[in-house]
């Protein structure tokens, strides 16, 4: 049987930014009686990396925490790199399976918000047709990346001002992140829900390649995925905090 707890939301952010990010959903949630938490990823910030997988292992160790520990449900949510790097952590966490051997807790639902589904054995350089043009080097270390422009990428549905202490705490990103191959994928289990948030109005990451990476994932998937659509660029966390909040809560049956 499902647990009479109310889910706990565990946010996993895009690459260059941290988990900050999600304070403001994170404090609305949380008003509402859902508990959250975030993840800082290794590989945003400096710290040499050498594929996706170290931070899938550093998702993995808390999601088992609060799978197996814990006996929580979870409902996981991604931002661009992030569903990637979530994806490939799921593997064996599952609600529905826990269920079948009589045990508590497990991922009900994986949220994909302008999120990469990257399929099994592909990286996440393999679903652009040539590297992005919004990504350059960073000057200090060749290893990483910066992004160009910033706030017209990532914020170009919010005044400058309130994008400008975002555009401050990005962070380089490790490039050997963007080249690692998956070697797991919530859509391969085929028995977690998905929603895929289209943000109709992002710089960063198409709206085709968005619509295109829904259909492949579900085209693999035997479980439910169902999509929503949301009028914003890439950081609805920042530009639509009630339209994101008022989702997710949908997600979790409220």
């Not at 550093?58 to 999601?63: A, G, I, K, T």
């Not at 060749?142 to 160009?148: K, M, Q, T, W």
């Not at 994932?217 to 929503?228: I, L, Y």
């Amino acid at each position: 049987m499902a647990s009479s707890e109310p889910p706990t939301f565990y946010f996993i952010h895009g690459a260059l930014h941290d988990a900050t990010c999600w304070t403001t959903v994170r404090s609305s949630l949380s008003s509402h009686n859902f508990p959250t938490r975030a993840v800082d990823l290794p590989s945003s910030g400096g710290r040499a990396v050498t594929s996706h997988l170290e931070d899938t292992a550093f998702v993995r160790q808390e999601l088992e925490t609060l799978v197996l520990h814990e006996e929580k449900e979870v409902i996981i949510v991604t931002s661009s790199y992030g569903g990637m790097v979530g994806s490939n952590a799921v593997s064996g966490l599952e609600a529905v399976t826990r269920r079948t051997r009589g045990e508590k807790g497990g991922i009900i639902h994986f949220v994909f918000i302008a999120a990469y589904v990257v399929p099994l054995g592909k990286s996440l350089l393999d679903m652009t047709p040539e590297p992005p043009a919004i990504l350059a080097p960073d000057p200090m270390d060749a290893s990483r990346v910066i992004v160009v422009g910033p706030e017209k990428v990532f914020y170009n549905d919010v005044p400058a001002n309130v994008s400008a202490p975002w555009v401050a705490r990005l962070r380089p990103q490790a490039v050997a992140t963007f080249m690692s191959k998956m070697t797991a994928t919530v859509e391969e289990g085929g028995v977690v829900p998905c929603t895929y948030v289209v943000c109709e109005r992002d710089a960063a990451v198409p709206v085709r390649l968005q619509e295109g990476m829904f259909e492949a994932g579900r085209g693999v998937s035997g479980a439910e995925w169902r999509v929503e659509r949301m009028g914003t660029g890439h950081s609805p966390w920042l530009s639509d905090v009630e339209g994101l909040v008022g989702l997710l809560e949908k997600v979790a049956g409220r």
